[in-house]
């Protein structure tokens, strides 16, 4: 599995930006496909988390909720991440991951076994 994350930049607060996840060499039918985040000094954190195959299990982290959709495109295989409202603390590498879906929900980056190489998203305030 490859995965390539793009659509990163700077943003005033309050802004938007829309990320894009490229998958390739999916070869199961159910994929898990989460969005990470990780600014300077801290651990990677969970964001959002959508199916590859399925209608349901979108997932949002709190801190997010209300702000970010999550939304996929089948044929493409194609993960977008929007992002509303942006905050400075949104600030981060943004990094979309998969995994073979197992029936679970993993919040956790070490979940997820496949990563792209992130895109830097920057809020100024």
């Known amino acids: 599995v490859q995965l390539q994350a793009y659509g990163g930049g700077l943003v005033q607060a309050g802004g938007s930006l829309r990320l894009s996840c490229a998958a390739s060499g999916l070869a199961y039918t159910v994929y898990d496909m989460g969005w990470f985040r990780q600014a300077p000094g801290k651990e990677r954190e969970f964001v959002a988390r959508?199916?590859?195959?399925?209608?349901?299990?979108?997932k949002y982290d709190d801190s997010v909720k209300g702000r970010f959709i999550i939304s996929k495109d089948n044929a493409k295989n194609l993960v977008y991440l929007q992002m509303n409202s942006l905050k400075p603390e949104d600030a981060a590498v943004y990094y979309c991951?998969?995994?073979?879906?197992?029936?679970?929900?993993?919040?956790?980056?070490?979940?997820?076994?496949?990563w792209g190489q992130g895109t830097l998203v920057t809020v100024s305030s």
């Open positions: 991951a998969a995994r073979i879906y197992d029936g679970r929900f993993h919040a956790s980056s070490g979940g997820y076994n496949h």
């Open positions: 959508i199916l590859f195959g399925r209608d349901y299990g979108i």
